[in-house]
């Protein structure tokens, strides 16, 4: 049973690039979430999603990031334009339910975004 | 949800068992105990969780006090792929996980 895929592990972009991060969750989840892990820091939410649905985006920066869950593919974080300050871990994880009940999210393995 | 607090590091001999602490006194009636972990640059991994109960799983157990203002994840064996921070979280049907420092265990052989 594989588990959360995200591709690529490693990432490296110029400031002024774009930076797709795809994630497909685990075989039967319909519910993704991304988290980003600044150096030396605890996961922060970002984003989370359903099949064709942005559900809170509440952790989102205003600018530059979006995200999608398109009804077929993985899941994509997109950064426009990138700035240093964007270097990260980026995690995605996944479950088979949502809000109203006791579930575990399992988490991929992470890209790690490099801004030179 | 409710804060949680951990101890910042601890060490654990190899084989022995490893009692990681957490206090949650704000916890309320309806907010379960999760337990993550992140092993040295991989994503976090879903330990165990629990309500009100004890728990016990193929990983570790859970032991909850029954005021729930605290509870302990013990690793019964501990070996040296154990060494990572751990996270105890605390949440109710927010599907967002959030991160504190977590407790940094170091087995030593």
């Known amino acids: 049973n594989a588990g959360v895929m995200q591709n690529p592990r490693h990432l490296v972009r110029r400031r002024g690039q774009e930076a797709r991060l795809r994630c497909s969750p685990m075989k039967g989840h319909s519910h993704v979430y991304w988290y980003r892990q600044l150096p030396e820091e605890g996961l922060k939410f970002m984003v989370y999603?359903?099949?064709?649905?942005?559900?809170?985006e509440s952790g989102m920066p205003k600018e530059r990031f979006s995200a999608e869950f398109p009804k077929e593919g993985p899941s994509i974080l997109r950064i426009q334009q990138v700035v240093r300050g964007d270097s990260a871990a980026y995690f995605c994880?996944?479950?088979?339910?949502?809000?109203?009940?006791?579930?575990?999210?399992?988490f991929g393995p992470g890209t790690r975004l490099t801004v030179t | 949800d409710a804060k949680t607090t951990q101890p910042p590091s601890m060490d654990c001999a190899e084989g022995r068992a490893a009692n990681l602490p957490c206090n949650h006194s704000?916890?309320?009636?309806?907010?379960?105990v999760y337990w993550y972990r992140q092993i040295h640059s991989q994503g976090p991994q879903y330990i165990i969780h629990g309500l009100k109960n004890n728990e016990t799983n193929e990983m570790a157990s859970l032991i909850i006090t029954e005021d729930r203002k605290s509870s302990t994840l013990i690793l019964p064996h501990a070996t040296l792929r154990d060494t990572a921070v751990y996270y105890c979280i605390v949440r109710s049907n927010d599907y967002k996980l959030s991160f504190g420092a977590g407790t940094t265990v170091t087995v030593r052989a």
């Open positions: 994880a996944s479950s088979l339910q949502g809000q109203g009940t006791s579930y575990e999210q399992y």
């Open positions: 704000t916890i309320s009636g309806n907010e379960y």
């Open positions: 999603l359903q099949k064709e649905n942005i559900i809170d």
